[in-house]
């Protein structure tokens, strides 16, 4: 660009969020690097109280500048919450630099914290796009999916055992009935046979026990019944 800029240790640049400032030399900590500048708005005037843009920086309740003209090339200093520089206020001067706060490599972005009021009404409803804020967001967009990650695996696991123990209740089920399969094969042939002939012989044999004896005691009270008359006629013919 401008021979002016070159002995300067920073240049506009592309960043993140549209410009910023970038080191082009290395700065360091407590360096002043540029002056906030632009004309200072009185409160106590009416038309100049209205003036609002993203560039006003207060120094007193009445003074404030108006950082937004374009000679001002510290308004492209972005805002980052964990800053390499900060704006150190003169309020009596009415002057604003921008310091270092830590030592700054060539082609490090220059930050400084524009403060609460600032973060509060611009930031924060937008989310701010400082390196802390997008690490932040990083580790927990990381720590979400390592969590969905937990969740699934804990869903696999679960799953995995239920169809384990349904295999293993299949499997039961399959042993109990090939179990009855081979008694019933046992009683046919031999081995445990009288058992389960036992069994069945008694069950049938008390079916038919009763069946008989049911049958046989209304069989016999008729058989009584029509005896009984044959009877006292035998007697009868006896006794005539
Ligand atoms: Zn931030």
Redesign the pocket.
């Known amino acids: 660009m401008t021979a002016s800029l070159s002995h300067k240790p920073y240049r506009v640049g592309r960043s993140r969020t549209g410009l910023g400032l970038f080191a082009t030399k290395a700065i360091k900590k407590g360096t002043k690097i540029i002056r906030y500048f632009g004309p200072l708005l009185d409160s106590k005037k009416k038309d100049e109280d209205a003036i609002e843009n993203k560039y006003l920086f207060e120094l007193t309740n009445r003074w404030t500048i108006d950082g937004s003209v374009r000679e001002n090339v510290a308004r492209y200093i972005n805002h980052?919450?964990r800053p390499n520089a900060e704006s150190d206020v003169k309020p009596r001067k009415r002057k604003v630099f921008i310091r270092a706060i830590k030592d700054i490599e060539p082609g490090d972005e220059i930050n400084y914290d524009y403060g609460t009021d600032y973060f509060k009404a611009y930031l924060k409803p937008i989310g701010?796009k400082?390196d802390?804020?997008e690490k932040k967001r990083k580790k927990k967009r990381a720590e979400a999916r390592a969590e969905r990650l937990r969740l699934k695996e804990r869903a696999e696991r679960k799953a995995k055992r239920e169809a384990e123990k349904l295999a293993e209740a299949r499997a039961k089920q399959r042993k109990a009935k090939a179990k009855k399969a081979a008694k019933a094969n046992g009683k046919v042939g031999n081995g445990k046979a009288l058992n389960g002939k036992k069994l069945n012989g008694k069950t049938l044999n008390g079916k038919a026990l009763n069946g008989e004896h049911l049958n046989g005691h209304s069989l016999t009270a008729s058989t009584v019944k029509r005896a009984t008359p044959s009877k006292r006629a035998a007697a009868r013919v006896l006794q005539a």
Do not use: I, V
Request: overall charge neutral; aromatic content about 0%; some cysteine.
């Open positions: 980052a919450c701010c400082c802390a804020c």
